[in-house]
């Protein structure tokens, strides 16, 4: 006969009440290790299909782009995929500029931020290469106001883009040159425009670790904010360079004629002034609001705009460029500090040209604009050149105090020469 115990932790069936708490105990945590051991190998299975997919492609990317990538990785722009950034532009369908290195495209994440894609091509994939790693190395380690950020990057067999902050206002160019296509901009935010960029340039040449050469500083790579703040752009011709040295190997001519100082296309000594010549031809372009090379309604003559600025400033004639170019007598004062400081920057000689943070101070209003040399007489047969010793004082501590009214020899503007012809140094591209 069967006996039943009294002890009340015994259900009606004989089992004891533990025996089944532990039981369902076990089942919950074998049935939370089943659901982990899942999702762990899914994890895994995905990162192996991506790991896969780099892997995959790296067999067609050189080792020293498989190590430059990987160092920029831990710069902190973002890798995306070729499947993303296609995604991102509707399969590369909103066209907003191409150049001679790229085609610019207009994105759109997720998460709702607007972005720039610009897909990369040349000639050969040692050009693209090149082009790829001047624009993240520069741009992957620099963060300032006046720059545009670098959200990141794809380099895939198929694919090779960088990731730009979407300009909402486009490219200085435009509302320069095709002002009946947009609102005219005054010349106060003109003039905000051109110290932010002075701004931009000052940071890479005396603020980043490595100093930063641009090369071709010009309208069309000063992008504009929904604010119309100015913010420099496109470095694939930049150039890292340490600051001890004092002039920087060149393998071929940079930059855009009209805007590249002398030294990048003549066989001399090339330095960061570079970017501060080119500098100073934007600002003539600012002031005009037209190509340096056009016409501004001087006649029959179609002299180089800068070279006729100079022909007036040296006349104390500026009250012609202010009509000619229809500003008006309350900027005045702005204009006649932009056409002195435009013309200090395109000095002939490197050493003559101030730095970009001293540019910026002048702009502000901070320190006065000396009166300025010559820039232009190495153009003209016969003209012997000036001393420029003034000129070598005033720019490296000497005090900015001092006149060319007693070094500079009159000299007949003429439209253009053998050597202005040669160089293009007179004309700007389109």
Avoid at 67 to 81: S, Y
Avoid at 364 to 380: I, R
């Amino acid at each position: 006969m069967t006996s039943f115990s009294n002890d009340p932790n015994t259900n009606a069936t004989g089992y004891d009440g533990s025996v089944i708490a532990s039981t369902v105990i076990i089942f919950v945590v074998v049935t939370l290790a089943v659901k982990i051991w899942i999702i762990v190998c899914v994890c895994n299975k995905v990162k192996k299909h991506t790991q896969q997919q780099y892997s995959d492609d790296s067999r067609f990317i050189p080792l020293t782009m498989v190590k430059f990538l990987d160092d920029m990785e831990r710069e902190k722009p973002i890798r995306f995929t070729s499947e993303q950034l296609r995604l991102a532009t509707d399969n590369f369908s909103f066209l907003l500029g191409s150049g001679a290195f790229g085609t610019v495209y207009k994105g759109l994440f997720t998460n709702g931020t607007a972005v720039a894609v610009k897909v990369l091509y040349g000639t050969s994939d040692k050009i693209i290469e090149e082009q790829f790693m001047a624009e993240v190395s520069t741009m992957g380690r620099t963060h300032h106001f006046n720059l545009v950020r670098l959200y990141g990057f794809c380099f895939e067999s198929s694919l090779r883009a960088l990731v730009y902050e979407f300009m909402v206002n486009g490219s200085l160019d435009n509302h320069l040159f095709k002002a009946s296509e947009r609102p005219i901009l005054g010349f106060e935010k003109l003039d905000e425009i051109a110290l932010g960029t002075a701004r931009g340039i000052a940071y890479l040449h005396e603020e980043c670790p490595q100093r930063i050469v641009h090369y071709d500083i010009k309208p069309e790579n000063i992008l504009l904010d929904s604010n119309l703040c100015a913010k420099v752009a496109d470095f694939g011709l930049a150039k890292l360079c340490n600051r001890d040295n004092t002039h920087i190997t060149m393998t071929r001519g940079r930059g855009t004629p009209g805007y590249a100082a002398p030294e990048v296309w003549l066989p001399l000594p090339v330095s960061h002034k570079c970017d501060v010549y080119s500098f100073g031809m934007l600002l003539f372009e600012i002031i005009g609001r037209r190509r340096n090379y056009m016409d501004v309604g001087l006649g029959d003559s179609q002299q180089w705009f800068p070279i006729w600025v100079w022909g007036k400033y040296e006349k104390k004639q500026l009250k012609d460029v202010m009509d000619v170019c229809a500003i008006e007598e309350k900027d005045h004062e702005s204009v006649e500090r932009m056409v002195k400081v435009a013309l200090c920057c395109v000095q002939y000689r490197p050493e003559t040209r101030p730095t970009m943070s001293i540019v910026v101070k002048m702009l502000e209003g901070a320190l006065p604009v000396p009166e300025s040399l010559n820039p232009f007489s190495y153009l003209f047969s016969g003209v012997i050149e000036v001393d420029d010793s003034l000129a070598r004082l005033a720019w490296n501590g000497g005090g900015t105090d001092w006149s060319s009214s007693g070094v500079i020899s009159k000299s007949i503007v003429v439209a253009e020469t053998p050597l202005m012809t040669k160089y293009e140094i007179t004309m700007a591209s389109e």
